[in-house]
């Protein structure tokens, strides 16, 4: 059975919404990766001596980080949200992309205002700025507004399911997963004790509803893979009301965090562990069998026409570093390299779902589609680097090689630290070029504007 997994594009302003939404993630992504650059070189063997600045690498590191996950993920969350919106309360859509995207450049221009002390908080690194911080509470304001206008002008899921209606009651259970999580970062703010201060306090901070915006990305890569798998002709084994159940399966564990925070302080060793048992077995209830089904469904399937194997081969990517990263998280002992490996991996899966789904958003948006056959190779291209890099950083951590230093705090006293460095270096290289092509496949579309078929339809309408 085959249903069609994918959302219409209305042709009005929530049209031009998800485009403001979509610039933002691109841009956000760009500015990351400028620091992305700077962060493999600073902990590359021999390279490394040219950033020997390590204070520069964890500053770079903390927006790097901010840009490439909160931002352009959230961001793509607008642009799908939007889509899934009615008319209703425009205003407040723009409002919310214009405060994030303040709030945004101002996280890019944050280390250039003095000294960050950057502190390397798990899910929101911080620099300890006034200035950083009001950027960052701009972005949380503004994606309330977003999930609150995504909540109230939602469209409707539809008595009849359907594969777009399965795909708009997935992206419901994101909004009221980041909403969830905004509520756990306020709870966790108003309960912590003021005897936490430095590091330990952003840690706690941010764990739990950090670990709730992780059902919030996947839940949206989720509903990426189903429209990409569709869009790219696998016939997928799989009902919109089976797809619409995993997705509440997907949100239901997410009510378990109240009674975490009903049942145990927020600076207690109980509540830090539950939280990760959340993560690691809650979030698999949805992935795990919506995986299965696509991967039954692309070995039942033909290959793709040319121009949606960018498509098929964006969605074969992610599906496989979102796996390799699920596997390495089981693999951590102690805090070492092994951990960005796992999260590199899950999060590169999730932004590889939100590339393909670009290319196949960007003439439905109005805009030039992709150029074929450099869209197809550039997945591949940089699920390879990224792919390297987590190897590489998954064999140096069984060195002991630890997490969040550079230089000679690397301690790379053996060929086997230096090699695996090595490997991880090279990987990120690639990735970035991979990334980089990307933005170059993307915004030479953007710039060739609307087809002329589109400018016609919108004279006549």
Not at 17 to 41: D, E, N, P, R, Y
Not at 430 to 450: D, E, N, Q, S, W
Request: aromatic share 12%; with cysteine; net charge positive.
């Amino acid at each position: 059975m085959h249903e069609e997994f994918v959302l219409p594009v209305p042709g009005d302003g929530r049209r031009a919404l998800a485009s403001g939404w979509l610039w933002l993630g691109l841009l956000a992504l760009s500015a990351s990766g400028v620091f992305s650059l700077l962060l493999v070189l600073s902990r590359t063997p021999y390279l490394q001596d040219v950033i020997p600045w390590i204070d520069f690498f964890h500053t770079a590191l903390v927006v790097h980080v901010d840009l490439s996950v909160l931002v352009w993920f959230l961001a793509f969350g607008g642009v799908l949200w939007s889509l899934n919106s009615t008319p209703r309360f425009m205003a407040l859509g723009w409002v919310a992309l214009g405060c994030a995207a303040l709030s945004a450049a101002a996280m890019v221009v944050a280390p250039f205002t003095g000294p960050g002390h950057p502190l390397m908080s798990n899910y929101i690194p911080v620099l300890q700025t006034t200035f950083f911080a009001a950027a960052l509470l701009g972005f949380g304001f503004a994606i309330a507004l977003l999930v609150l206008r995504s909540m109230t002008a939602h469209a409707q899921v539809g008595q009849r399911i359907e594969g777009a209606g399965a795909l708009r009651f997935g992206l419901n259970t994101a909004a009221v997963a980041t909403a969830l999580a905004l509520l756990a970062f306020i709870w966790s703010y108003l309960a912590l004790p003021d005897s936490v201060t430095g590091n330990p306090y952003y840690e706690l901070l941010f764990w739990g509803g950090g670990h709730m915006l992780q059902f919030t990305y996947t839940l949206l890569m989720l509903v990426a893979w189903l429209w990409l798998a569709s869009a790219s002709g696998v016939q997928l084994p799989l009902t919109p009301r089976v797809a619409l159940l995993l997705f509440f399966l997907g949100l239901v564990m997410l009510f378990m965090a109240p009674l975490i925070y009903y049942a145990h302080p927020v600076n207690s060793t109980e509540h830090i562990r539950l939280f990760t048992w959340l993560m690691a077995y809650g979030g698999s209830l949805a992935t795990l069998p919506l995986a299965l089904a696509i991967v039954l469904g692309l070995l039942r399937s033909a290959a793709p026409p040319p121009a949606r194997t960018p498509l098929r081969a964006a969605l074969l990517s992610s599906m496989l570093l979102f796996g390799v990263g699920g596997v390495i998280g089981f693999l951590i002992q102690g805090s070492n390299v092994t951990i960005p490996a796992h999260y590199h991996g899950s999060i590169v899966g999730v932004t590889l779902a939100f590339m393909g789904l670009t290319y196949d958003l960007l003439p439905r948006l109005g805009y030039a589609g992709p150029a074929t056959r450099p869209a197809r190779i550039q997945a591949y291209v940089y699920a390879g680097g990224q792919l390297l890099h987590v190897t590489g950083l998954v064999w140096s951590g069984g060195y002991g090689v630890q997490r969040k230093v550079a230089g000679t705090a690397q301690a790379l006293d053996g060929m086997e630290k230096i090699a695996a460095m090595g490997l991880m270096g090279l990987g990120g290289l690639i990735a970035i070029i991979g990334g980089l092509m990307f933005l170059v496949i993307v915004f030479v579309a953007m710039a060739k504007g609307r087809r002329p078929s589109d400018r016609q339809r919108n004279a006549e309408t």
